[in-house]
């Protein structure tokens, strides 16, 4: 069992002493918890458990119907090198109080934290200070991409001097295939090589020693203990030799072993910043004004000077600044890098418009209605850099590796000097296998394997209009074996219109008016259907009292003395109301696919008034998308709550491999359960009506609008509703999971291979670094393959 450690933990929702009560026991059940207080006063609970724990405990309060509040803070943390580094960083961060998670990416050089409110910043950078690293704050809504460029820039200088100063000694090796046997004198290879190993190579010598200090180990404490090696046996070897002999120098490993790595580390610096560029092109959309109309007047304000509720022009050519809805004007708009959807879009009065996507052809007036971090681009900003930041949970094989892959190589380079000086061999040649050992032990590409490659794909998926939530849905989405669809706005259009309708009285035209009145304010898809024929009829509706909506049935109210109500056959079930007229019509049009609704007087006399009968179009690409998925060998269900004739009709179009009708809300989880059983299962809805079956499927598919509340619904969003995006979305899933795989195969095999050859003497210390360097750089380019992939409806 861990440590016990104690947590202070803010609790949000209670109101009472049973409250606290609750919450106690709930936390008291989580194992090996020694002891849980609850102070309703202070809102906080104490907790002693082990240092392991707190994801129980936090499952734990949130069972109990509680939350504990957090804040997300991203802090950029300079100066890792290796998996080694990264591990130690979140160890210290997660030791704090207050912190809640912590995930550190090599890649992107940040970690990204879920802390309690009002923790203080500073206890967080003197945390990384002490373990050897500095760390510094980033600002979430601009970031400040020229600092990294800067940065490169300075690598860049600093390789090219490097590769200057080595290259006069690397002459004399060059020479040696064509007969010429000269050596640079020992004091000019000393002036060249002295620079490059303290200067150039200095950064490995603060790392190192930072590291150290921390009491941990990493890459850095590698090279440099292998290059100072070279370095001090030549410095050995001149100061013994006579003045008149030419001594046998290592100054060119040492110096050939420093540009090496940084050119490993500049190639790889650029490659990184290769797989960022998802979010750099999606920062790039945000406007810094927006010409704000005001009174009748027209002014050019910063962002920051909008409030919701303005009115803001936009010219053709511009980018929306805001979220909004357009008041006045028509034009198209380009939203293919918010939704991956390359034709433009329609835009007159109503509608919607997205910050960042580009005007097309006409001058707009919109209403605000989200700013900042509220609009989907920024929403969409934030759940890329949390998926990329975040682990993949075959991530954890690699920190374990991590924690002793350092002192494991340090004692194999001492076992490998003490074997070769025991066989006999020369101190020369035992030292210089034991540097070839460290420096071609490199836990560079193990740290990089997972990152970079969840970094790419994540990125080509937003481009394309796929977002995936986190690297925990990426790596389950790859296992897949049966995705369930519901059917209204998800494989069919979700804009039904009336088909048929019949009332008993022959009066169809009151039999709309009464169905107009209930559905009044509803957003519901068949109701928009009904409310639309109302008004293209021109029919006044009458005041609606006590409306409700009936979960799985339809929804209710009292319209005069009369209480009524609208929905499926369920309610003639529960009010033992049956039609004989109505029941041939009825059969013939569930037969037909149609969607019923059925209209009944509950009080003062129950009885059947008419019938409805929707009709919905399928969407295209619907059954392009089935077939991708059975071609990757993927079955596909449809559950709907819709009448057994009208899916039946759906997916027989289709060709879906099985069908449920008439299922509730609350059941199409218990069937999500049920296929779970024999394989891993994608629910496809709409994030907010089918929010039960997304959350009991291993992985949530939302589709649509690409609003907050659907992406947080889903493990996937799909920015735009086609279903081709489905099979997308599991492709790309398992292409990166794929290449993570591949790249932590090639850095375990690297180690696994290039240790035992440098230690059996087969490589000397140059072509050592050289293959370091080339490994973390295989590992991203490997990865930026990914950037190539598009969905099959794009290509």
Request: neutral net charge.
């Amino acid at each position: 069992m861990s440590d016990l450690t104690t947590f202070d933990l803010p609790i949000n929702g209670m109101t009472c002493a049973s409250c606290a009560g609750r919450v106690e026991r709930a936390l008291r059940k989580v194992p090996n918890v020694a002891s849980a207080t609850v102070n309703l006063a202070s809102e906080q609970a104490r907790i002693e458990a082990p240092s392991d724990s707190l994801e129980q405990l936090l499952a734990a309060v949130a069972g109990a119907g509680y939350q504990v509040p957090s804040e997300r803070l991203e802090l950029a943390i300079a100066g890792m090198t290796c998996a080694s580094c990264v591990g130690r960083v979140e160890r210290a961060l997660a030791q704090l109080p207050g912190v809640l998670r912590v995930s550190v990416n090599l890649a992107t050089e940040q970690a990204l934290l879920q802390v309690t409110p009002g923790l203080d910043v500073q206890g967080l950078l003197q945390a990384v200070a002490k373990a050897g690293y500095t760390a510094t704050p980033v600002d979430l809504e601009k970031p400040a991409q020229p600092a990294a460029e800067r940065h490169l820039q300075r690598e860049r200088r600093a390789l090219t001097l490097a590769l200057l100063l080595t290259a006069p000694l690397l002459i004399p090796m060059l020479a040696q295939p064509f007969g010429a046997h000269w050596m640079l004198p020992a004091w000019l290879q000393f002036a060249l090589a002295t620079p490059v190993q303290f200067v150039f190579g200095a950064r490995f010598y603060r790392a190192a020693w930072l590291a150290l200090r921390a009491g941990a180990g990493n890459m850095d404490q590698l090279v440099a203990l292998g290059t100072s090696a070279a370095y001090g046996l030549s410095l050995y070897q001149w100061a013994i030799t006579p003045s008149d002999a030419m001594p046998h120098l290592y100054f060119e490993a040492s110096a050939v072993i420093i540009s090496l790595i940084l050119l490993g580390k500049y190639l790889e610096s650029r490659a990184k910043r290769q797989t960022t560029s998802a979010i750099r092109a999606l920062q790039a959309l945000r406007p810094d004004q927006a010409l704000r109309l005001r009174d009748g007047v027209e002014q050019w304000v910063a962002l920051s000077a909008l409030i919701l509720g303005d009115q803001v022009l936009v010219k053709p050519g511009e980018r929306f600044p805001v979220d909004g809805q357009v008041l006045q004007g028509q034009s198209h708009a380009d939203e293919a890098l918010i939704s991956g959807e390359s034709l433009p879009q329609p835009k007159q009065p109503g509608d919607k418009v997205t910050a960042g996507a580009i005007n097309g052809e006409g001058r707009l007036l919109i209403e605000t209605t989200a700013l900042g971090a509220e609009t989907v681009l920024a929403t969409i900003i934030r759940l890329v850099e949390d998926a990329q930041a975040a682990k993949a949970p075959i991530q954890k094989l690699v920190d374990k590796v991590s924690q002793v892959f350092v002192p494991t190589v340090l004692l194999l380079a001492l076992a490998t000097l003490l074997g070769w000086l025991l066989f006999g061999a020369t101190l020369q040649t035992a030292l210089l296998n034991a540097v070839a050992v460290l420096v071609i032990a490199c836990p560079c590409a193990l740290g990089l394997a997972t990152p970079t490659a969840i970094m790419a794909g994540t990125g080509v998926a937003a481009r394309h209009g796929i977002l995936i939530k986190d690297a925990e849905a990426l790596e389950v989405a790859h296992g897949v074996t049966a995705v369930a669809f519901d059917k209204t706005g998800t494989l069919t259009s979700g804009t039904p219109r009336i088909a048929h309708m019949t009332a008993l009285d022959g009066d169809t035209a009151t039999l709309l008016q009464l169905a107009g009145a209930l559905q009044r304010g509803s957003e519901h898809p068949l109701a928009k259907a009904v409310l639309d024929e109302c008004t293209a009829r021109q029919l006044p509706l009458a005041e609606v009292v006590d409306s409700q909506a009936l979960a799985g049935r339809g929804i209710a109210g009292q319209i005069g003395e009369r209480q009524l109500a609208l929905g499926n056959k369920r309610l003639l079930e529960e009010g033992w109301l049956h039609n004989q007229s109505l029941a041939a019509e009825a059969l013939a049009w569930e037969a037909e696919g149609r969607t019923l609704s059925w209209l009944i007087e509950q009080a003062p006399t129950p009885q059947v008034l008419g019938l409805f009968a929707f009709g919905d179009t399928l969407k295209a690409g619907a059954a392009e998308a089935i077939a991708q998925l059975k071609a990757q060998g993927i079955s596909s269900h449809l559950i709907s709550g819709d009448n057994r004739g009208s899916v039946h009709a759906v997916a027989s179009a289709l060709g879906i491999d099985a069908m449920h009708a008439e299922v509730l809300p609350a059941d199409k989880a218990t069937i999500i359960g049920e296929l779970r059983n024999t394989g891993v299962v994608a629910m496809v809805g709409d994030g907010i009506n089918d929010a039960p079956a997304l959350a009991a499927a291993d992985v949530g598919i939302a589709m649509g609008s690409g609003t907050d509340v659907a992406m947080h619904a889903a493990g996937i969003t799909l920015m735009r509703g086609d279903p081709r995006l489905v099979p997308a979305a599991l492709d790309i899933s398992r292409r990166t999971y794929n290449k993570i795989r591949q790249n932590l195969f090639w850095a375990f095999v690297y180690n696994l291979v290039g240790i035992p050859l440098a230690a059996a003497g087969l490589l000397n210390p140059m072509l050592a670094g050289a293959a370091m360097a080339l490994s973390s750089l295989s590992v991203v380019s490997n990865a930026l393959l990914l950037k190539t992939w598009k969905p099959k409806e794009r290509e």
